[in-house]
């Protein structure tokens, strides 16, 4: 299925660990995202790659790590989890310049800080 | 001044009904307008998209973008209780900013 994916789905762990989630898209993007999704359902971006290179890093902690191996894949990566982390966590992929706008979202990954 | 209102609802209406759902913005820089359906547990959806004023059709969904009054709305008709989903807005000028999203629960 072509599709953008992330693992793992749920995600329980204790505050102060260092946590990684995966995404990967096989729809031929250029740009992946991850977004941040809080318990009010406010959804926000929190960085945006193109080809491997970051263009867009909003005001997020610099405990969050973005890697980008290749195009395809946009991992994040969390240290010294706190309690305010817990959300679910979406990535998304698009083609790059005006085609942005059509962003196709992964399932999501639910993390809940302990 | 949040860059993008929305109205988080609940909006309940029932089966059959013309739902409007609304979204303000302040920012004059956003040049695409997008609406994003989420079901309960699962990642949003693009369900449209317009970049100029005025209405785009698309079934039972029409997207209106009023640029003069910094103001979008959807409108579904002939709602069915599939419909039942968060919607949000979403506006495009850097980068994607989401509204918070409407709650909609159509009933049988």
């Known amino acids: 299925d072509t599709a953008v994916s992330q693992t793992p789905k749920y995600l329980v762990t204790q505050m102060g660990n260092d946590k990684s989630i995966k995404c990967e898209q096989n729809l031929g993007h250029d740009t992946m995202y991850w977004y941040k999704q809080d318990s009010k359902k406010f959804l926000k971006i929190m960085f945006s790659y193109n080809n491997k290179e970051l263009i867009i890093n909003e005001t997020v902690p610099n405990r969050f790590s973005p890697k980008s191996p290749d195009k395809a894949h946009l991992n994040l990566h969390i240290n010294s989890l706190e309690l305010g982390d817990s959300a679910v966590y979406f990535c998304?992929?698009?083609?790059?310049?005006?085609?942005?706008?059509?962003?196709?979202f992964g399932p999501g990954t639910r993390l809940t800080v302990l | 001044q949040k860059e993008v209102e929305q109205d988080p609802g609940p909006l309940s209406v029932p089966e059959g009904a013309i739902v409007s759902l609304n979204c303000t913005y302040s920012n004059s820089a956003f040049q695409y307008f997008m609406w994003y359906r989420q079901y309960s547990r699962k990642g949003p959806e693009l369900l449209m998209y317009t970049y100029s004023s005025g209405n785009k059709e698309d079934g039972r969904f029409t997207a209106q973008v009023d640029k003069s009054s910094k103001y979008i709305s959807l409108f579904i008709r002939d709602s069915q209780p599939s419909d039942s989903a968060t919607y949000l807005c979403?506006?495009?000028?850097?980068?994607?900013?989401f509204g918070k999203g409407t709650m909609l629960l159509v009933s049988p």
């Open positions: 979403a506006l495009l000028g850097v980068a994607l900013t």
């Open positions: 998304a992929s698009s083609q790059a310049g005006r085609a942005a706008n059509e962003q196709f």
